[in-house]
């Protein structure tokens, strides 16, 4: 029996309803997670181990607050040298292994004025510009795409007001990276709707949704967008500032798949 295979027999026990993504640093929002079985991401078909510091590599299997929950520690960046279908394997694999909601997580630079370092963002849409003449498309009425669940950007709102805090839902830029973006280019994007900015998440939104999956996706801010911030911007910063987002990330993440 495969390693996968062997995954696969202990989550078909489980039957967890909800996958999690984990963006970049955010780790420590899993605190609430219990794991029975893990898989390297080399051992899933379809799949290759993630080269950017941060990301773990590793699907893992168990109960998120007592309830059955996968959990990907980490993804894979079209950035890293992968064509669009790896970068999406990991909502087919989610599909495979049965569970019907994905929620994904990413680190983003803030773009809206109020968006600071540690703030996290519901995401209500997105922007693609992962080819040659995506930035075409921003004329268009179509440039916004919805593939997340109006439900759930509905309920992350509610519980954070319950908690006492406000939930900003906005419209998420994905960029193909590696490097980050211009002070021009993020004028441009703010003033086509963007509220953050990012290297991920769009397509395996887009994918999911195709899959017949139920969507949420969630930013954690770990700095200002180029040009609004006062120091250049760099990874170490992006993984250092995750960390004051993720017991919130936690708590909220616990919500979503307590719900499923």
């Given at each position: 029996m495969t390693p996968f295979a062997a995954f696969a027999r202990t989550a078909a026990a489980l039957a967890p309803r909800t996958a999690v993504v984990?963006?970049?640093g955010l780790a420590g929002a899993t605190r609430a997670f219990a794991e029975r079985a893990s898989v390297g991401f080399g051992d899933i078909p379809g799949l290759v181990p993630p080269t950017v510091h941060g990301h773990g590599g590793r699907l893992a299997v168990g109960a998120w607050a007592g309830v059955p929950a996968l959990l990907f520690l980490g993804r894979q960046h079209f950035y890293e040298g992968h064509s669009w279908q790896t970068v999406t394997g990991t909502v087919r694999t989610v599909a495979e292994l049965g569970a019907r909601r994905v929620v994904l997580t990413n680190a983003a630079g803030?773009?809206?004025?109020?968006?600071?370092?540690?703030?996290?963002?519901?995401?209500?849409?997105?922007?693609?510009?992962?080819?040659?003449?995506?930035?075409?498309?921003?004329?268009?009425?179509n440039a916004v795409s919805q593939p997340y669940s109006a439900c759930l950007v509905d309920a992350m709102q509610a519980n954070e007001r319950a908690?006492?805090?406000?939930?900003?839902?906005?419209?998420?830029?994905?960029?193909?990276?590696?490097?980050?973006?211009t002070p021009a280019e993020i004028r441009?994007?703010?003033?086509?709707?963007?509220?953050?900015?990012?290297?991920s998440t769009a397509t395996e939104?887009?994918?999911a949704v195709r899959l017949g999956m139920e969507v949420a996706g969630i930013s954690c801010i770990?700095?200002?967008?180029?040009?609004?911030?006062?120091?250049?911007?760099?990874?170490?910063?992006v993984l250092t500032n995750a960390k004051l987002a993720v017991e919130r990330m936690g708590e909220l993440l616990a919500a979503l798949i307590a719900a499923a």
């Open positions: 984990l963006g970049s803030g773009i809206h004025p109020a968006l600071q370092p540690g703030d996290l963002m519901a995401l209500r849409g997105h922007i693609k510009l992962l080819d040659a003449t995506a930035w075409r498309g921003l004329a268009s009425d908690a006492g805090r406000e939930l900003l839902a906005g419209v998420y830029a994905a960029l193909t990276g590696p490097s980050y973006e441009a994007l703010a003033r086509c709707g963007a509220d953050a900015v990012g290297m939104a887009e994918e770990t700095n200002k967008a180029a040009g609004l911030g006062g120091a250049p911007l760099d990874h170490t910063e």
